[in-house]
């Protein structure tokens, strides 16, 4: 049946593809990362006993993620291009790149005080003793145990927040200064420099999430601002063979990385093992989970595994409920079952369906308005930094309902009112004239 779910989500991204002609499209994304895990299950055919999967398994997986692209369909829209020469819209010549490369040094300075702030505060609680990965995966634990015993100072979040959020426009910047002809070399150091502050600063938090989300909207900024510069949605080989070589690099690195941030037990692990527990393993799960189903125990509240970000925001004292962790022929499977699970125990089959649909218009909607940079690349988009963020979420669809996790929560709303509020302030500070900033009503 493994083999049965990866022609049925193969042909799913084909026609996804066929239909938005963008790999950045949100059907893509998502059937992409569906296919990318169910292809890593198949290739573990013997070990993780994928003969025994259930039909239901196959057409809950597969249906959901065909589900989407139809109804990602509905609320397609015909992208429109840049008119006239592409090289003079990617211009940068509306900013005031002397004040820009003084606050990026300003940024640097500060990016730099908040790590080593962060690694200070960790020494002082946990012990000196301890080692730089040891300090992370002390502070993952205690995270991790839910008694939250540490907390960084105000003023350190204050300083990582600034980074994390001033992060967006590095992106956005570091775009159009890698494809425009009129860049400052210098002001482009300052973005890559703070663009990999910032990736360390996500070290600190002892996630994998926190290390790639930057990239990862750092890469869908530069797709979407070469898309404006070619007026086409098809990549170049090199642009190809960059995303390949990214993606090699990110598997080969899991188990260096996974020592960095302070994962314990990965010594006698490979990064290949490593890689397919944190893609591909969810398959199986959610098979496991299929099996069990009439003794699963059920949500206690409405949407409680779909929403439970949501529900910890409005109830201090709600306590998210971790997938169990399996484990089978000696290979670690993890806690997570794809985000079908979450919508299949709390709604059930209808509740798939509904979901879906809801992902869909929303994923869109972001989609459709950040599809205006191809006409105004030089042009501040909120809806692009909004898509950038939401599109690794849809990507990671194959591993947990990260959609709904991070995007149906008050954080988000929060982080929308921020980005806006920091685009008026961008503008009135960076441009050299009056500036109209798009929201993009269309």
């Given at each position: ?58 057409l ?15 609320f ?15 211009s ?93 070399k210098?002001l ?7 663009i ?20 990862f909207?750092?890469?869908v ?16 080989f ?36 490593m ?35 949501f ?72 809806f692009?930094?909004i ?25 988000f ?30």
């Amino acid at each position: 049946m493994i083999y049965t779910l990866c022609g049925v989500l193969l042909l799913n991204v084909v026609f996804a593809f066929k239909l938005f002609r963008n790999i950045l499209a949100p059907p893509v994304l998502l059937g992409a990362g569906m296919l990318g895990a169910a292809i890593v299950a198949a290739l573990h055919y013997d070990a993780w006993r994928m003969d025994v999967m259930l039909y239901e398994s196959v057409l809950l997986l597969g249906g959901s993620t065909l589900l989407f692209t139809l109804f990602c369909s509905i609320f397609k829209k015909t992208p429109e291009f840049v008119n006239g020469d592409s090289d003079r819209v990617m211009s940068m010549s509306m900013l005031r790149k002397k004040k820009l490369k003084k606050f990026y040094v300003v940024l640097i300075v500060l990016a730099v005080a908040c790590f080593f702030l962060k690694m200070y505060c960790f020494m002082r609680f946990f012990g000196g003793f301890l080692n730089y990965s040891e300090l992370i995966g002390a502070a993952k634990a205690d995270t991790a145990s839910g008694e939250l015993r540490f907390h960084f100072p105000v003023y350190v979040t204050a300083l990582a927040y600034i980074g994390r959020m001033s992060s967006f426009f590095t992106c956005w910047l570091l775009a159009l200064s890698l494809l425009s002809k009129d860049s400052d070399k210098r002001l482009r150091l300052f973005l890559i420099v703070h663009i990999m502050l910032v990736v360390a600063d996500g070290v600190t938090g002892g996630t994998k999430d926190a290390i790639f989300d930057p990239l990862f909207r750092l890469g869908v900024v530069y797709v979407f601002v070469y898309f404006a510069k070619r007026k086409s949605l098809y990549l170049s080989f090199k642009i190809v063979l960059g995303i390949i070589l990214g993606i090699y690099l990110c598997v080969s690195g899991l188990k260096g990385l996974s020592e960095v941030i302070g994962r314990s037990g990965v010594d006698n692990r490979e990064s290949s093992d490593m890689f397919a527990e944190y893609m591909g393993a969810e398959i199986k799960n959610f098979d496991i989970y299929m099996h069990g189903y009439a003794f699963a125990p059920k949500s206690i509240y409405p949407g409680q595994a779909t929403f439970q970000r949501f529900y910890t925001e409005i109830f201090p004292n709600f306590k998210i409920t971790p997938g169990t962790f399996q484990d089978i022929g000696g290979y670690h499977l993890g806690n997570v079952y794809t985000q079908v699970y979450s919508f299949h125990k709390d709604f059930g089959v209808t509740g798939v369906i509904i979901m879906n649909f809801i992902i869909a218009f929303v994923a869109m909607l972001f989609y459709n308005r950040a599809l205006l940079t191809l006409k105004s690349p030089q042009k501040l988009n909120l809806f692009l930094f909004i898509y950038s963020s939401a599109s690794l979420c849809l990507f990671m669809a194959f591993f947990s309902s990260r959609f709904t996790e991070n995007i149906f929560t008050l954080m988000f709303i929060r982080r929308i009112i921020a980005l806006y509020i920091f685009i008026l302030m961008f503008k009135h500070f960076f441009f050299v004239k009056p500036y109209k900033v798009t929201v993009n009503k269309r």
